[in-house]
């Protein structure tokens, strides 16, 4: 922390980035609320829970009362992004623009679009031409341009595919670690003989929470610490070398519906399928050199995983 105060850090959504953000932030030392629209279920020691429906500026003014910083970590289903992201984010805007408050948001690649393979730094050029990609790159324009207008200070955390602890709705989530634990299917997108970016999400927490506490970072987007690219088939040979097995990995070369994705999913995912067909590769080392942090090894954060899977999957078969 910059002082010894200890403010208020409010986390506008609660699924596996906002509840490990937060409960990175209790243990940095912060007051720490955690909102959802409902308000209920476990929370990590030291957060309180408080329910919020982001789409109401009322509800979240309310929610992000008496805050020194506000992250937004709040998604929906993908099929309502582009339809309910606009509405959510003006409504935090104009409830944190009401407010003395920062406000830092979790971002994505989508903005960039094609790059051909190009490694992805804070300067590669904005050529998203899929609707959830030019939605994205609308949003993260307004909110910089809230910043340089000085309604508001903003700072964006971009990551890559989340890979953790808690990380079930994800190219290296849910499809990937049951199956790997019970010898089931394991399921890959795209050409997996190509580099591709994961992002630790008790990284993408820390990164975060440290652009939350370090407002000299305000006004720009940063990438959040990324372990170095590997293809995803080294990913599975990892794996298979921490579960004793091989594994039994079914590869989809389009975007079609298979075990969790179904075909809702499926259907949206279809323009963005492009980030399984050319290198996904993300550059964290202007965030690395100016915070003065490291990713974690990717290594480690597969043994987290495994074990949380492990875990996850005795309670669902004790149900």
């Known amino acids: 922390m910059s002082s010894g105060k200890r403010d208020l850090h409010v986390v506008l959504g609660s699924g596996p980035a906002g509840t490990t953000l937060a409960g990175e932030l209790a243990r940095r030392g912060h007051l720490v609320r955690l909102v959802d629209r409902r308000g209920e279920g476990p929370a990590p020691e030291g957060v309180e829970r408080a329910a919020a429906d982001v789409s109401s500026v009322e509800e979240t003014r309310a929610a992000i009362k008496g805050a020194a910083v506000v992250y937004h970590c709040v998604n929906v289903a993908y099929h309502l992004q582009v339809d309910l992201l606009p509405r959510i ?3 935090i805007m104009t409830a944190v623009e009401a407010e003395p408050t920062r406000l830092v948001v979790l971002d994505t690649l989508y903005p960039y679009g094609r790059t051909g393979g190009a490694v992805m730094t804070e300067e590669t050029p904005w050529r998203a ?3 959830k990609g030019l939605l994205r790159a609308r949003l993260d324009e307004s909110y910089l341009a809230a910043h340089r ?8 955390g971009r990551a890559a595919d989340f890979v953790g602890p808690g990380v079930l709705n994800s190219t290296l989530g849910g499809a990937v670690f049951p199956g790997a634990l019970t010898g089931g299917e394991v399921l890959a997108l795209g050409d997996i003989d190509l580099p591709h970016s994961y992002s630790s999400i008790g990284d993408v927490a820390a990164g975060l929470a440290t652009l939350g506490e370090r407002p000299e970072g305000d006004g720009r987007v940063w990438h959040l610490p990324t372990a170095p690219a590997t293809t995803t088939r080294h990913v599975h040979e990892m794996i298979e070398k921490r579960v004793g097995r091989p594994l039994n990995v079914v590869v989809l070369d389009r975007a079609r ?3 969790p994705f179904d075909e809702v999913f499926m259907n949206e995912y279809d323009e963005m399928f492009y980030q399984h067909t050319e290198p996904q590769i993300v550059d964290s ?3 690395e050199r100016a915070f ?4 974690t090894p990717l290594p480690r954060t597969l043994d987290a995983t495994l074990a949380w899977y492990g875990d996850w999957l005795a309670a669902q078969a004790g149900r």
């Not at 003065?292 to 990713?295: D, L, N, Y």
């Open 257 to 259: 519906p298979i075990g």
């Open 285 to 287: 080392s202007a965030f």
């Open 129 to 131: 031409t899929t609707r």
């Open 292 to 295: 003065g942090t490291s990713p």
């Open 89 to 91: 984010q003006e409504s």
């Open 149 to 156: 207008a000085g309604r508001a200070r903003v700072v964006l």
